[in-house]
């Protein structure tokens, strides 16, 4: 019930602040779709996702729209609806299942575990339970020394697994693994120039040895550090940027001392993407890992979150290490009646029977592609229009540029081809100095575009790639590193000023 009224306390909110757009009487009712300015130039910012991409929506439902042209196109619309139900259904060891495969060690059995209401973040949580629907942290353990590359060891996959279908064993036991929010206090004592002061938090993550499967594998060597989903709307329009456009950023961000030498390096992805064939810079994840869309974090998920084959993966997201651990397991070979042999070649097999057909997984990437991004809010707002002339002034937008314009030629959907857009990132990675910052030293610019709505959505607004800020004004103030003079500039306004620069954020 709390969260409820919340959530009409911030809608209200939101329909008195659109009331002078409205000529509104009736400010409890959002009537937003009714605001949608005939699109033209000057009013481009109101639509993030472009003119094709964008919704005109505010509720609850807003990062789950599809694209307006995919509603209008019947056969479109069939797809993105199955591609749709694969991202929120959770999937079953049953063979013969609609949505079979899970196993036989998984990180969750649902994109939307992670992603909950299509992602804005996931929610802030003390303990690490893969049940709970808030918690979308993927867990990593890594080796210290070389925090970025540790994308796999020899023992855990990337993304690491903490959970198994009968008779296998999780690699990580989740009971073992520790949350906890420490209190941080800045070189400032968490106080402003004017005096206000405030107060950070940062996480600790543990994983204890006895937890961990494998016998010979030694904790106190490694660390665990927890990463949060970002969202799913509008990355079919981040996938239509060129190449050409974003090495052209990152060219302009070196000559003026940013980000220097760690660009999403160029990946090799050969045959990988049906679309564009070829190496490409990286541009999805924190860490920008991930290139394009085709081969990107969604894509690559819906095999490897579930572990469920489909026609071009035709094998397990897992390590030899475990597969030997199992096979070499009493437990296991009793329950399977199969030996060691048999455990391990299978386990290991690269020739498994897809479980996942192509057809649902080219519906999947028509959802994937065409989830539309929430339209703007009150951008005519005079303490709005301050809040961007000081987003721009405090140099926010050196790393957070405000438009894109998408490729003339984009392949898979033309429709998100020429689409100017205002996603807020420069797809590139920076250092921001973050104390105790887990894996992610540097990390990519996060997209600011329809944050704003994550009350309304999410019932939160937990922001930084481990959710350690509790609202905007805490994840500004974790800007060090590269972004410390933009910071400071935040740090020195008067009050008034810090408002009205939440406020724009919180209207695009
Ligand atoms: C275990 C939790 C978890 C599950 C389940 C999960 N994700 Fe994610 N996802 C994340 C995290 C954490 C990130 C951000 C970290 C990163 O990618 O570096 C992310 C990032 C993404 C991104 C990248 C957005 C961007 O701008 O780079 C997309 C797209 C995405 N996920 C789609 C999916 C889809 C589709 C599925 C299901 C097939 C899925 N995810 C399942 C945790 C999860
Ligand atoms: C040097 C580049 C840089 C500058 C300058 C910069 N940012 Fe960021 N910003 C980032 C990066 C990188 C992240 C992601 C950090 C993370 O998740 O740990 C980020 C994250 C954020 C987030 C959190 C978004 C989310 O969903 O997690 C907000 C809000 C934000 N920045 C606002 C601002 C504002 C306001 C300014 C200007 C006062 C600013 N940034 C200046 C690079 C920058």
Not at 379 to 404: N, R, Y
Request: hydrophobic share 35%; proline share 6%; aromatic share 12%.
């Amino acid at each position: 019930m709390k969260s409820i009224q919340f959530v009409w306390g911030i809608l209200i909110l939101f329909a008195v602040a659109c009331a002078d757009e409205k000529g509104g009487d009736n400010p409890e009712i959002p009537e937003l779709p009714s605001n949608r300015p005939p699109y033209s130039e000057e009013r481009a910012e109101w639509y993030p996702g472009g003119e094709n991409g964008t919704v005109f929506i505010a509720n609850t439902m807003a990062y789950q729209q599809a694209m307006p042209f995919v509603d209008a196109d019947a056969e479109l619309y069939r797809a993105f609806m199955r591609g749709e139900r694969l991202f929120e259904k959770s999937f079953v060891t049953t063979e013969g299942m609609g949505y079979s495969g899970l196993g036989p060690v998984y990180i969750r059995k649902s994109c939307i575990a992670c992603h909950p209401s299509y992602g804005g973040r996931s929610k802030r949580v003390d303990k690490f339970d893969t049940n709970d629907s808030r918690n979308g942290y993927l867990l990593m353990i890594y080796d210290p020394n070389t925090p970025n590359l540790a994308l796999a060891s020899k023992y855990f996959t990337g993304m690491t697994q903490t959970r198994a279908v009968e008779p296998y064993k999780a690699p990580i036991n989740e009971a073992g693994v520790h949350l906890e929010w420490l209190p941080y206090t800045d070189e400032y004592g968490n106080t402003y120039p004017d005096g206000a002061t405030y107060s950070l938090i940062y996480p600790k993550v543990t994983v204890d040895q006895h937890a961990i499967l494998f016998e010979d594998f030694d904790m106190s060597k490694h660390a665990a550090s927890i990463e949060a989903t970002i969202g799913i709307y509008g990355v079919g329009l981040l996938d239509a940027i060129s190449d050409e456009d974003l090495r052209a950023q990152y060219a302009l961000e070196q000559s003026r001392g940013y980000c220097p030498g760690i660009i999403g390096a160029d990946i090799d992805e050969t045959g990988l993407n049906p679309y564009y064939p070829g190496k490409h810079p990286g541009r999805f994840t924190y860490l920008c890992t991930r290139a394009t869309l085709d081969n990107g974090p969604g894509s690559n998920a819906i095999w490897n979150i579930t572990n469920v084959t489909r026609p071009d993966r035709r094998y397990h997201y897992i390590t030899e290490e475990y597969s030997k651990v199992m096979s070499k397991d009493p437990d296991v070979q009793k329950a399977l009646g199969q030996t060691e042999e048999e455990i391990f070649a299978n386990l290991m097999s690269k020739e498994l029977k897809p479980e996942m057909t192509q057809e649902d997984y080219d519906d999947f990437m028509v959802w994937h592609r065409t989830v539309a991004v929430p339209a703007a809010r009150n951008m005519d707002d005079e303490k709005v229009k301050k809040g961007k002339t000081l987003f721009a002034e405090a140099g926010c937008i050196a790393c957070h540029k405000p438009s894109w314009t998408t490729r003339s030629d984009y392949k898979p959907e033309a429709k998100l081809s020429n689409q100017k857009i205002y996603p807020y990132t420069d797809l590139l990675r920076h250092d921001l100095g973050l104390y105790e910052p887990g894996r992610v030293q540097v990390c990519r610019t996060t997209p600011l575009w329809g944050r704003g709505l994550m009350p309304v959505v999410s019932g939160h607004s937990d922001m930084l790639h481990d959710l350690r800020a509790r609202n905007y004004e805490e994840a500004i103030l974790w800007h060090n590193g590269e972004a410390k003079p933009s910071k400071e500039k935040f740090r020195n306004m008067p009050k008034e000023d810090r408002e009205a620069l939440i406020q724009f954020l919180q209207s695009i």
